[in-house]
């Protein structure tokens, strides 16, 4: 079955970069009937949509963090990512990959969540 | 952005109730609305989609309903095991928003 696993820092540092990696497996992320998605989650709180990528290339961002916020993919390693800059205390969070459905944005499966936490 | 306002925030039911929430949209978004289930330490789990279709293996006693701007999601008789948080999430433009979440206990 299709299967995400999100990987990277688990601690940052205030105003640097957030880069966090989502490897895919059981599924191409060249499938055209998807796209690929992140996800956030501050402790105790609601779920915030962070951005998209499609198979194309093509990406789509939440108008909040569009400044900070890129999402890019490789192929080749069947892995997409998320970076984003300028972190601050209010970006810590879960931070999930997820799958979503072209048109219908049904968002499944989801990997397991990564915890990044912004402090010097 | 549209926003997403469910109710209410929390919820407590014995085993064997009906349980609803409501997701009500500030706008109209037709059906375009799914819900997810999360429990403790673990990521959402789609159980709903397009407003009312049932994703294959979630069990028959969840459902949704509504269209437009008003959205219910309903458990016809709770197991334990549904103790979670519950969120419904529109896709009918960008940026995507969810709802703040229902946090349902078993009394």
């Known amino acids: 079955q299709v299967q995400l696993q999100e990987s990277g820092p688990g601690l940052v540092k205030p105003s640097q970069t957030l880069s966090l990696t989502c490897t895919v497996s059981?599924?191409?992320?060249?499938?055209?009937?998807?796209?690929w998605t992140w996800i956030r989650q501050p402790a105790g709180k609601g779920l915030e949509w962070i951005g998209r990528?499609?198979?194309?290339?093509?990406?789509d961002y939440s108008s909040s963090l569009r400044s900070r916020v890129t999402v890019s993919a490789d192929t080749s390693k069947n892995q997409f990512s998320l970076r984003l800059s300028s972190v601050t205390a209010a970006d810590t969070a879960v931070y999930y990959c997820?799958?979503?459905?072209?048109?219908?944005?049904?968002?499944?499966?989801w990997g397991q969540g990564t915890l990044v936490t912004v402090s010097s | 952005d549209i926003q997403m306002t469910q109710s209410p925030s929390s919820l407590s039911a014995s085993v064997g109730d009906r349980v609803t929430i409501t997701c009500q949209a500030s706008q109209d978004i037709s059906k375009d609305l799914n819900w997810y289930q999360q429990k403790p330490g673990k990521a959402p789990k789609l159980l709903i989609y397009?407003?009312?279709s049932l994703e294959t293996g979630v069990p028959s006693r969840f459902s949704g309903s509504g269209s437009g701007t008003h959205f219910t999601f309903t458990i016809s008789s709770l197991q334990p095991e549904d103790t979670a948080t519950y969120y419904c999430?529109?896709?009918?433009?960008?940026?995507?928003?969810f709802g703040q979440g229902t946090r349902l206990e078993i009394k």
């Open positions: 990528i499609y198979t194309s290339g093509s990406t």
């Open positions: 397009d407003a009312s």
């Open positions: 059981g599924d191409s992320i060249s499938s055209g009937s998807y796209y």
């Open positions: 997820a799958r979503g459905t072209r048109g219908r944005s049904q968002f499944d499966p």
């Open positions: 999430q529109h896709y009918r433009n960008l940026p995507i928003t």
